[in-house]
């Protein structure tokens, strides 16, 4: 199975301030069509999660542009800029290149 | 608007069985392929099981393998997860979630909890 290490487990972030999570990946997550299919996710306090990043960069319906994913291969990165209240919560990353899918273990976001 | 509504959970005994469903809404169901995650008390998300747009393909972790069986009816709009030998190990909320580019719609949840 692929394995998912998510850092750092926890942040905590003044308003206004920019933030980085780190997903990295024990295979690489390139798929047979070209394809990277790892997404970034974030679960607010009592909510559902929510898509913020699919397919490594591309920002998921209704997602502001605060937030950036970059990487490659095995090694890639959630950037919130410009961090804002709304944004606490438990950010995840998820491989759907390879069965079975798995998640990081999470970040969790707390504001200052 | 893309809507997801899950049912069927509650309290069952080890053991026993159960039968989620999601109803789908807003979105041509049948193109997408659809999921079951989970998330256990105060811990992170697994994965469940995820089919095909036809239902002809479907995929489960070892966890559960053998034991759920996910399913859907196009005509419907549902998706369905048929839980049977069920374990304390298997007390989660579950969600069910497009498939789509990333996850990219989720259900609101609804949670089983397996005890005796």
């Known amino acids: 199975d692929v394995v998912m290490t998510q850092t750092p487990p926890s942040l905590s972030v003044a308003i206004g301030q920019s933030v980085s999570i780190s997903c990295k990946s024990s295979q690489s997550l390139v798929y047979s069509d070209g394809k990277t299919y790892l997404h970034w996710l974030l679960q607010s306090p009592g909510q559902s999660p929510k898509l913020l990043i699919y397919?490594?960069?591309n920002l998921g319906s209704g997602v502001p542009d605060r937030f950036s994913g970059t990487g490659s291969q095995k090694d890639f990165t959630l950037k919130i800029s410009r961090v804002e209240a709304e944004d606490l919560g438990v950010y995840y990353c998820?491989?759907?290149?390879?069965?079975?899918?798995?998640f990081g273990s999470g970040t969790k976001l707390e504001i200052k | 608007e893309v809507q997801l509504v899950e049912s069927g959970g509650g309290l069952v005994q080890p053991g026993r069985s159960l039968k989620l469903s999601c109803a789908a809404s807003g979105f041509t169901f049948s193109n997408y392929y659809m999921a079951w995650v989970r998330q256990a008390p105060k811990k992170g998300l697994e994965w469940v099981a995820t089919?095909?747009?036809?239902?002809?393909?479907?995929y489960y972790p070892d966890s559960v393998k053998g034991r759920f069986t996910i399913s859907r009816d196009n005509a419907k709009s549902s998706l369905y997860l048929q839980m049977n030998s069920l374990k304390s190990e298997d007390t989660a909320t579950y969600y069910c979630?497009?498939?789509?580019?990333?996850?990219?719609?989720w259900g609101q949840g609804v949670m089983v909890t397996v005890s005796s």
């Open positions: 089919i095909s747009t036809s239902g002809s393909r479907t």
């Open positions: 998820v491989q759907a290149t390879h069965f079975p899918l798995t």
């Open positions: 979630a497009r498939h789509g580019m990333g996850f990219d719609y």
């Open positions: 397919q490594v960069s």
